[in-house]
């Protein structure tokens, strides 16, 4: 399994903030709130990262494009989520890095013209930067913030960039299987 990026110390406390909009409150209001801006923003596309949220947005009939989910909520095991999806995909992502597989699997489904559901076996959190690099300008993606709410990410020219930016960062590890 080849990893592209590593996590190192200094990003990991980085990470623990929001890098996009953080919407606070419960389900119900953090869901409201984000079906009125897709409402009226109409994002060109959307992609909901972890389990809560995505499973949040298909209960308030709202189905990204693109899910990426690993079965665990909080690090602890979880059913896994019944999202509409016509492909899954399952990837490999050990916590703390972004595998090769999984980049490539982020990327093959924001090209393709049906909604994907990616199956991260480890951890998905840090696959929110792939899919902020990689998705069309205009695009939301979604993610939840710990006991706060949910962070919305407006794909700009300006906010790829910063991820970017994040992940020249990251430690670039090669590994070989």
């Known amino acids: ?3 592209a990026y590593s996590l190192t110390p200094e990003l990991r406390i980085k990470l623990k903030k929001p890098i996009g ?7 119900a209001e953090t869901m409201k709130i984000f079906k009125d801006m897709t409402e009226k923003e ?10 809560t949220v ?18 665990r909520v ?5 059913q896994p989520v019944p999202l509409t999806a016509e492909k899954t995909i399952h990837v490999k992502n050990p916590p703390g890095t972004i595998t090769e597989e999984a980049l490539g699997a982020i ?13 991260a076996d480890g951890e998905e959190d840090l696959l929110t930067l792939i899919a902020v690099l990689y998705s069309p300008e205009n695009a939301f993606v979604i993610y939840g913030q710990p006991y706060e709410g949910v962070v919305v990410v407006k794909v700009t020219p300006e906010k790829k960039a910063e991820v970017a930016g994040i992940l020249k ?3 670039n590890v090669r590994k070989a299987k």
């Open 1 to 3: 399994m080849a990893i």
């Open 21 to 27: 909009t953080l919407i606070r409150g419960s389900f």
């Open 42 to 51: 109409k994002p060109a596309f959307i992609i909901s990262v972890g389990d």
């Open 54 to 71: 995505s499973k949040n947005l298909a209960e308030n009939h709202m189905f990204p494009q693109l899910s990426i989910v690993d079965n």
């Open 74 to 78: 909080m690090r602890r095991n979880v």
């Open 107 to 119: 990327q093959e489904a924001i090209k393709s013209n049906c909604r994907v559901k990616i199956v």
């Open 169 to 171: 960062a990251m430690k």
